[in-house]
């Protein structure tokens, strides 16, 4: 239960670390040559997932509980065991897609599955072209679902052009064309984030880009990478949201990444009039940094479609609650894949902010909302989506009375957040 909204806010955060760094400097490390130190790894359900995974496959991996470093002992490209049971993927889709990829360039029998949720999200869009290289590779329902079977190795090179703009999909297959026996390219619908790449530039993998199409040469083996993981967009977002709508706030927010696939709610907040600041740019483990502020702002209403999209998925949700407090109408379109995240986002957002009161209407690829509408506490139910968990807490601290959010699941990426969110509604600097 949330109380209700304070008069003031004044609040300095240190968000958690970025969620896809923290899969990938354990994935990549963990078929690098030698050992890596990473620090502040994200320590959530969906990280361990994948820690867990890899360690099932016999990557040596030290990560003590409450541990501010990980030490992942690489095996080298080829040195995976077959796991002698199910790889078991949680709640996440980045751990289920990306191990597909990179176990189709293996020799043995991987079997991947996952919760409730993850067995309804859509495999085939990396089971699909896997095939096409060459890796024997399964799924429930048609090849569409997880569990997952695969018997890799022996792959072929390929073009490959998504679909859909996915930094998963885009990763699973150049994992799989570091193995292939030529040089594999995926081209996208539009730029997704690009952490995999920088990250296999700079262990040593001959990779190239152009615009929305990448291209990797199979790799002789990559360098172990030691790196400090920065604090994740996707997790400074609510606090953006909630400094931007609320009539009395000033928010501080440190050490967060700011790679451009990854700032399109920055674009969207400053297209609404909202007042952020970006100070102290800096660089850390191959990726920008900055530090954050956001006060009280008079916001108006935007569109937000196209190559934007990608740069601000799971921000989207979120955008709807800015849209609550805007003058004139917001549409989001061009975003048909909330429909397939961890829920259906585009029907939790209708849900749930509409429980409280907003103006808001679905879209087959978005959502419409009508601003200035005063929000009231509800009882929500975020039905096990972390987005939509920490949505509706945010949205607490913006409307009148309180609200009761069920099924919240922030343990998936950001474990600390109720307690933040309580410490900046008290008015003391969350850290
Ligand atoms: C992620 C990519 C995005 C994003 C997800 C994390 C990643 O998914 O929504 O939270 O780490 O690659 P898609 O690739 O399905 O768009």
Redesign the pocket.
Known sequence: MIANRPERIRARIQVPGD??IS?RSLLLNAIASGSATIERPLDSADVRATANCLRALGVGIDWTEGAEQVRVEGRGLHGLFESEDVLDCGNS??TI?LLTGLLSAHPILSILNGDASLRTRPMARVIAPLREMGAHIHGRTGDTLAPIVIKGGGLRAREYASP??????K?AVLLAGLYADGETTVREPAK??D?TERMLITMGAGLRGEGAAVTISPAAQLEALSLRVPGDI?SAAPWLVLGACHPDAEILIEGVNTNPTRTGLLDILQEMGAKVEVLEERTTGGEPVADLVVRSSELKGTTVSGELV?RA??ELPLVALLACFADGETVVKDAA?LVV?ESNRVEAVVRVLGAMGARVTARDDGFVVHGRQPLRGASVDARGDHRIGMLAGIAALLADGETRVANDAVEVSYPTFWEELREAAEGAAAR
């Open positions: 969620k896809s899969h889709g980045t897609r859909v703009a996915s930094a998963q999909v990763s997704s984030r952490h996707s990608p998925i799971d894949e995240k």
